[in-house]
């Protein structure tokens, strides 16, 4: 059951986009913003607010990677699985965040950073690209990786 509180800010965030063609997407963004993720209790709220049923919620959420069911830790770091970050070296640099973090993708490590898939960041032409707490970062190495995350103290 969500809280009170929860349960107001969901149905305030619906009726701001009630009508609205397509608002599952919008209002879920609004969710996580509201909540730095999407809490598994106010589904079956989004679900009655837009008439349909909470798999289809629930469908939304898992496919889109940008939705987190569990809160993020102290740091966010994203790297970019899309095609030319991969020809780049990024499958290199996911491995060795996964090693270095001890999680896997969604995971928080032990030391608070939330490792997330992204699929581009418009740095193609400076691939790998990768986003440590909302700073895009290009032609990153495992070496600079590891350098950025020791200086962001995770
Ligand atoms: S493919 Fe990675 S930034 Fe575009």
């Known amino acids: ?9 969901v149905a305030e965030i619906c009726q701001a986009h009630a009508g ?4 599952l997407l919008p209002i879920l963004h609004a969710v996580q913003a509201e909540f730095g993720h999407v809490p598994s209790e106010t589904l079956p709220l989004l679900a009655k607010a837009l008439a349909v049923t909470v798999a289809e919620v629930q469908g939304v959420v898992s496919f889109y990677h940008d939705f987190r069911v569990a809160p993020a830790g102290r740091h966010v770091l994203k790297i ?4 030319a970050c991969q020809a780049m070296g990024a499958v290199a640099l996911a491995e060795a965040a996964k ?3 001890g ?3 969604h995971g928080t ?3 608070g950073v939330t490792l997330e898939p992204v699929f581009c ?3 193609c032409a400076a691939a790998p690209a990768l986003m440590l707490n909302g700073v ?3 032609r990153v190495d495992v070496a600079r990786l590891g350098e950025m995350l020791a200086e962001a103290g995770a």
């Open 121 to 123: 960041l418009g740095l």
């Open 136 to 138: 895009l970062a290009a």
């Open 109 to 111: 490590s032990a030391g």
């Open 103 to 105: 999680v896997d993708w």
């Open 20 to 23: 609205r063609e397509g608002a």
């Open 99 to 101: 090693a270095r973090l």
């Open 1 to 9: 059951m969500p809280e009170p509180s929860q349960t107001n800010r």
């Open 80 to 83: 970019c699985r899309a095609e």
